[in-house]
């Protein structure tokens, strides 16, 4: 391995300590995301190694998943409010 290909892995690969920094979240985390399969890692000469590139896509379906569930809780939202405008309210006197 030539010292530019070196260095270019370096910036290729984030250890799990590197990763729970960018996320801003403790290793454990990582490590978690990693064990479920959500974070795709791999094992080099004995040491977990994170792409760059998954991180991202970890990261951007993070992002999907707090828009789908917030699109979810609207959709909740108006169902019961259209349930309650359609019908009239009654008084009693």
Do not use: C, K
């Amino acid at each position: 391995m030539t010292a530019s290909n070196s260095a270019r892995d370096r910036e290729r690969f984030l250890t799990p300590t590197d990763a729970a920094e960018v996320l801003n979240v403790p290793v454990d985390d990582v490590f978690d995301a990693m064990q479920s399969g959500e974070l795709p890692a791999i094992r080099v000469g004995g040491h977990w190694r994170i792409e760059h590139d998954r991180l991202e896509r970890f990261i951007e379906g993070r992002y999907e998943e707090t828009r789908r569930m917030a699109l979810w809780q609207q959709a909740e939202l108006a169902d019961v409010v259209e349930l309650f405008d359609h019908y009239p309210r009654t008084t009693t006197t």
